[in-house]
């Protein structure tokens, strides 16, 4: 899998934990949540790798709006990250191969509010719901009738590609450097460049484009010479929020994959 890194922290550790204990007891059927089926949770789905790298787009970036940055080059990427404190904005996003052939092309909302608040509506090419709601990160495939959840906690943490969310220096874990207009993907930016110091991430650079104390662009390019871009439009700062923004109940019918109210899947406290 492409992203399998960054991907098996959201949705992967779930699934292993999941296999681990069907095998002693089964899954609890509480809460209206259905059985997990054996294939749809092995991911035998067409549009799969594609969701998946749509998370791993997610990851990336939700670990640069909640990390805090430090000295020279970062600092100054905290002041612009501190103008995407609280923003809606519509995003495009797409994802190419290493020969420049198209793999995905998405779109939709983000709602972001920090600190450890989000929503990521994406609206084609299949319906895909990403939302935070500061303890954890609820993922809803409906093509698949699947729900994961995690704590937000133990998703950064367990994502080898993405930062602590909190209370972490970007400047610990990437090399942060401004990039010079010359060498820019597109002119009229002012661009930083993020390599991780972990030679292991899914990333091999990140870069963040601002314009207008906004940020605009992300270009993120992983290990086997893929290329996700991220463009932002429509961008409103302090947009008025809805009061269930940021809450997430899981569809009667559901499979329901992760950690609910501090139990593990199959109900293990």
Do not use: C
């Not at 269930?244 to 406290?269: L, Q």
């Amino acid at each position: 899998m492409i992203f399998k890194a960054i991907f098996f922290g959201i949705e992967g550790l779930a699934l292993r934990e999941l296999s681990k204990d069907r095998d002693r007891r089964g899954i609890e059927r509480g809460r209206g949540y259905r059985k997990v089926d054996p294939d749809r949770r092995r991911g035998r789905h067409p549009n799969r790798p594609h969701r998946r790298l749509r998370i791993a787009s997610i990851a990336a970036l939700l670990s640069l709006l909640f990390a805090f940055p430090a000295h020279g080059a970062a600092d100054r990427l905290e002041r612009w990250l501190s103008n995407f404190a609280r923003v809606s904005a519509h995003f495009e996003q797409r994802t190419l191969d290493d020969e420049g052939g198209l793999l995905e092309d998405a779109q939709g909302r983000a709602l972001i509010h920090r600190p450890g608040r989000f929503r990521f509506e994406y609206e084609s090419p299949s319906p895909l719901l990403v939302v935070g709601d500061g303890e954890r990160v609820w993922i809803h495939d409906e093509e698949l009738a699947q729900v994961t959840v995690r704590r937000l906690d133990d998703m950064v943490r367990s994502a080898p590609a993405a930062l602590l969310v909190v209370d972490r220096p970007l400047a610990r874990d990437f090399m942060i450097e401004t990039v010079d207009p010359a060498d820019a993907p597109a002119p009229g930016f002012e661009w930083f460049s993020l390599v991780p110091s972990d030679q292991g991430a899914a990333f091999s650079r990140i870069l963040l484009a601002f314009a207008a104390g906004r940020l605009e662009r992300m270009v993120l390019s992983d290990q086997f010479g893929q290329t996700t871009y991220l463009e932002f439009s429509d961008i409103r700062k302090d947009p008025p929020l809805i009061a269930d923004a940021f809450v997430f109940s899981p569809p009667p019918g559901t499979d329901v994959i992760g950690d609910v109210d501090g139990r593990k899947e199959g109900g293990e406290p």
